[in-house]
């Protein structure tokens, strides 16, 4: 039989159905699966003199059965094995719960070794485990196992697969990478991260895993950012006089973070390689600035901008910003959404207007990549808050031009962590100042018994005119009780506020249409408050809503606390955000002093990222994060930069075909992203 690594795990001898579905659920599914099934930690199993162990240390210790162990059943599957052993002239109490089965394996008189937690205050011990005797190692490896399949089951597994499949594992990392960053061989690096004789062994082992799985990881980005940057772009050759006239004609200044942007973007626009950039700006930064300069500037060469938006009002706020900016300039600014597309003449002028370049830039919705919808000569595409759209949807506005530059904007911050993984096909750039001008939001974060004061406040400032956001408290993935939380607050707030204040109501069970419809009377101010879920997060510019309450803030990550908290503060009136929250650990105040203690979205993000885990800050599938198995993006920033670095440096060598140290790196590239064997 040829072996491959990625065999099933059913290849192994005792492997069964049975056996194979615990794996499976495990995410072992191959053989490679499981050699990279790594320990999650270490145990030190060498047994240790008294003396040396402090209080509650989880240590081996060995002596002698000083007593008939007894168990002892209390509830239901609930019990207690107590016997007595002398270890060192001392008599320790040894109790283990719910490991029944090990009464046959304690022997009165016998000398055993067991690893537990000791208490020296009560000169008692709590087994974990006996270590069985004449064992090879003390140094272990612990598993993450399941009710299917034990630890020890995965272990012996893991042991064979080795021994049957090690001359398989070949090194994706140069052997030059290797020597310069004192790497161990792929094949070394797995035996010592499943049988390391010490902790220095492993601690190598884990630094070589590290890397080579943000190397694999990184060196599959760099050929993407390659291979897309070889489709030959459009070289968009924009009139530099004009640019700068109209960058002069704006009202104020652009800032220094905005300036070095613009000088990034328009030198990739002039480029015959295809702009792949995603700027990153926090809340009121002056991105849609930006994006406008950099569409006048194609628009100068004849070509055409698109920029879609994730909302309708949204679109419709964009578009009639531009369409003031760009009317003196004898520029045509279209719309186009569902609304617009469903006036059957408006969308056949609209469509015929794109179709001759007399509408030079057009504002949309997903309404933008409808079948009928085409261009005269698109030469740039933006999506705005680019996470709120599919990859296929990015993917079809982007074919509606022949390789358009394309620009992606966030206003969710990304540290520069995160930038590397989820975002490392593209290039990154960053507004991290704010207009000078622009109002400090003052956030306060207060104690539910305080409410009653925060809603007076909130009172007073509506007496003077201005709005406010409340928002409802949030039960994660549990869109009907954040309704009924939603609904909750808002019967509560009419109650408190009775007839003198209109409130809505905004909740992710609305229709498109409806919350549509909610968000433009806000904007109007036909509501004076609007109670909502999280789905005002990103949201329209509604200049007069001055203050934002947040229930339960505690349940919100730091990043989507910014967020809400960036929806006030957008026009002339001081603005406001009150944090309502009892939490009960240290973690949970620290979040809320860190939202009190900084207004800069990078800062909180990096924050939210150490306190929370890259997952759950922009949720993986959303962010497209890779589940890396050792290593941490954040813990191991270092290492992952260099990787990046090392990647981009070896995918860009011309000889990279022509060393023999490549020569598995290139079958890697070839079997995992489907190369043609051309990688000039």
Not at 176 to 187: A, C, D, M, Q
Not at 223 to 240: Q, R, V
Not at 591 to 618: H, S, Y
Request: aromatic content about 8%; overall charge positive; proline content about 4%.
């Amino acid at each position: 039989m040829v072996r491959k690594l990625e065999d099933s795990v059913e290849c192994l001898p005792g492997v069964g159905p049975k056996k194979t579905i615990a794996l499976n659920k495990l995410g072992i599914n191959t053989i490679e699966d499981l050699l990279t099934y790594y320990p999650f930690r270490y145990d030190n199993l060498a047994a240790k003199s008294l003396s040396e162990i402090s209080e509650q240390e989880k240590v081996t210790i060995k002596g002698t059965v000083a007593s008939e162990p007894t168990l002892i059943r209390f509830g239901r599957k609930k019990n207690r094995l107590n016997f007595r052993l002398i270890v060192e002239n001392q008599v320790i109490l040894v109790t283990f719960f719910n490991q029944p089965y090990l009464k046959e394996k304690v022997q009165l008189g016998n000398d055993i070794a067991i690893y537990g937690r000791y208490n020296i205050k009560r000169q008692s011990f709590t087994g974990m485990k006996i270590i069985p005797a004449g064992q090879s190692n003390d140094f272990k490896g612990v598993y993450r196992a399941s009710k299917e399949i034990k630890a020890n089951q995965i272990e012996k597994l893991i042991k064979l697969a080795f021994d049957e499949y090690e001359y398989l594992l070949n090194d994706i990392v140069p052997l030059s990478l290797r020597n310069k960053y004192r790497l161990e061989t792929r094949k070394q690096m797995i035996h010592d991260m499943h049988f390391p004789q010490n902790k220095k062994q492993a601690d190598l082992a884990r630094r070589s895993a590290i890397f080579e799985e943000f190397f694999r990881f990184q060196i599959g980005l760099q050929f993407l950012k390659k291979e897309d940057k070889k489709n030959s772009g459009l070289s968009i050759k924009y009139d530099n006089e004009k640019l700068k006239k109209f960058i002069e004609s704006l009202p104020f200044e652009l800032t220094n973070a905005q300036k070095h942007v613009v000088n990034e973007i328009c030198f990739n626009l002039r480029q015959p390689e295809k702009m792949n950039r995603l700027l990153q700006g926090d809340v009121g930064s002056g991105k849609t600035i930006v994006a406008a300069i950099a569409m006048y500037a194609v628009v100068t060469a004849g070509y055409q901008a698109a920029l879609m938006v994730p909302t309708e009002i949204l679109a419709q706020q964009h578009a009639e910003k531009l369409a003031k900016l760009f009317m003196p300039l004898g520029i045509n600014v279209g719309l186009m959404t569902s609304t617009t597309t469903s006036k059957v003449v408006q969308k056949r002028e609209l469509l015929k207007q794109l179709k001759n370049n007399t509408i030079q830039i057009v504002v949309g919705t997903h309404a933008l990549i409808q079948n009928e919808v085409e261009f005269a000569k698109l030469g740039l595409v933006i999506t705005d808050e680019q996470h709120r759209f599919g990859v296929n949807q990015r993917k079809l506005l982007r074919e509606k031009g022949t390789n358009p530059d394309v620009l992606a904007m966030t206003a969710t911050p990304i540290p520069r962590t995160l930038a590397i993984t989820s975002y490392g096909e593209m290039d990154v750039s960053i507004i991290n100042e704010l207009p000078s001008g622009r109002k400090a939001i003052d956030t306060k974060w207060i104690r539910k018994k305080q409410l009653n004061e925060a809603l007076s406040f909130i009172r007073q400032q509506l007496d003077e005119g201005a709005q406010a956001y409340v928002v409802s408290p949030l039960i994660e993935e549990s869109e009907m009780m954040d309704l009924q939380n939603a609904e909750e607050v808002f019967e509560k707030l009419k109650k408190y506020f009775g007839e003198q204040y209109r409130i809505g109501l905004l909740h992710g069970k609305l229709k498109p249409a409806e919350k549509e419809n909610i968000m433009k009377k806000f904007v109007k101010h036909e509501y004076d408050i609007l109670v909502s879920t999280t789905v005002i997060e990103v949201g329209v510019d509604v200049p007069n809503a001055s203050v934002m309450m947040i229930l339960d803030a505690d349940r919100f990550g730091l990043a989507q606390l910014h967020q809400l908290r960036g929806r006030v503060g957008r026009g002339s009136r001081k603005s406001y955000c009150f944090l309502v929250a009892d939490p009960t650990g240290d973690y949970g105040k620290e979040r809320m002093k860190t939202m009190v203690d900084t207004l800069d979205g990078f800062v909180i993000a990096q924050r939210d990222l150490e306190l929370r885990g890259p997952g759950d800050v922009l949720g993986t599938a959303q962010a497209g994060l890779p589940e890396f198995k050792v290593g941490d993006p954040v813990r191991d920033l270092k290492i992952l930069q260099i990787a990046q670095q090392e990647a981009a440096r070896i995918i860009n060598d011309p000889n990279l075909k022509e060393k023999d140290e490549n020569f598995e790196l290139l079958k890697f590239l070839k079997r995992k992203i489907n190369w043609n064997n051309n990688l000039d």
